[in-house]
């Protein structure tokens, strides 16, 4: 018995900014459309970094994060696309010329063509391994910095040596009570840039160091001190902590791409391997923003931006290739008739 409801035109897997532009630019095109995402929100990687200024989408003057995830999902869903989230797609195949995408749920998804806008695949904070450290993650242990705020005058640790780790301490240090940064090696893994920054400011850098465990407050909710060890001299401090900042990194899952029995062409083993009109080796498989592979690749928002239009336009070629190769421009597109009226209709009251 078949579990799916609908065929649609084009299914976009991934809801961070390549997926939410060929959302918008496949219903410019009139496609019957649907978009899928693992997580409960819209938005993409892009929610990592919700506090940070974005400068380099071109026409927009600096917004954050968060400020450009609400206009990228407010235009995605301008022709109403139906919209999945918390769905983890496990499976992708062809049958009889349709692509038939299988769902951690169970629910299958039924359409003509697909686009993988996936980013760097599922994303999974690398987790502190500490025995019982799971427990502290709704209260004062975190992997992700959603608001700066939330640090304001408190005594911070944070564990990691990389880039984002030394993001996160830059922006921290002028903020917090005391900031202490936990590294495991004899030097920080950043750019120089970055390190310059640290260095302006008074805090505390325990090199060649982990933690080793968490003393928890009586009611066993919240963490109220670190254990350090020293990984050369074996030796041992305690800091008292509010809150824990775990910057290991992410796993990136893809196996759903890998794993499938149409053979989707790779590089790397990580990207798929696709041409510069966004078409991997898969006939009417296309693919959008960082999981795309191909010579002069702009590994920017812009870049995936650009991805979507062509991987959508090639979309509608596949469906229809006498359809002309591109959505004629929004300032001169009839779809946009009846909104440009309400919207001058508001701006000239």
């Known amino acids: ?85 918390n769905e983890k ?42 025995d019982g450290a799971e427990r502290f993650e709704i209260t004062n242990l975190h992997y992700v910095v959603q608001s700066l705020e939330k640090f304001k005058g408190k005594d911070v640790v944070i564990c990691g040596g990389g880039n984002a780790a030394i993001d996160w301490a830059v922006e921290l240090a002028p903020i917090t009570k005391s900031l202490h940064i936990v590294h495991r090696r004899g030097q920080f893994d950043c750019h120089e840039a970055q390190l310059s920054k640290l260095d302006q400011f008074p805090l505390h850098k325990h090199l060649n160091t982990t933690i080793k465990k968490f003393v928890s407050t009586i009611d066993n909710t919240k963490i109220q001190s670190v254990i350090l060890t020293n990984n050369e001299t074996a030796e041992e401090t305690s800091i008292a902590i509010d809150d824990v900042i775990i910057s290991y990194g992410f796993e990136r899952e893809l196996t759903f791409i890998k794993e499938s029995p149409l053979n989707i062409e790779l590089v790397n083993d990580h990207f798929v391997k696709g041409t510069s009109k966004s078409e991997s080796n898969i006939e009417g498989l296309f693919a959008a923003g960082d999981i795309l592979n191909f010579d002069g690749k702009v590994h920017l928002i812009l870049g995936a931006f650009a991805d979507a239009a062509n991987a959508v336009n090639q979309a509608k070629l ?32």
Do not use: C
Request: proline content about 5%; charged content about 20%.
């Open 1 to 85: 018995m078949q579990n799916y409801e609908e065929l649609f035109d084009v299914t976009i897997i991934g809801g961070g900014p390549a997926g939410l532009y060929s959302a918008f630019y496949s219903g410019m095109r009139e496609m019957k459309t649907k978009i899928i995402e693992y997580q409960p929100k819209l938005g993409g990687k892009v929610h990592v970094y919700p506090e940070k200024m974005i400068w380099d989408v071109g026409a927009l003057t600096p917004l954050t994060g968060e400020q450009l995830i609400q206009q990228m999902v407010q235009q995605a869903l301008t022709f109403e696309p139906e919209v999945v989230v």
């Open 89 to 130: 797609i496990t499976s992708i195949e062809k049958k009889n010329g349709l692509f038939l995408l299988t769902g951690a749920s169970g629910k299958q998804h039924l359409s003509k063509t697909v686009i993988l806008a996936v980013g760097g695949g599922i994303l999974k904070p690398i987790k502190l391994e500490i």
């Open 318 to 349: 596949y469906l229809e290739p006498d359809s002309p190769a591109k959505a004629r421009v929004s300032s001169h597109n009839s779809r946009f008739d009846e909104k440009n009226k309400e919207l001058r209709q508001h701006l000239f009251v």
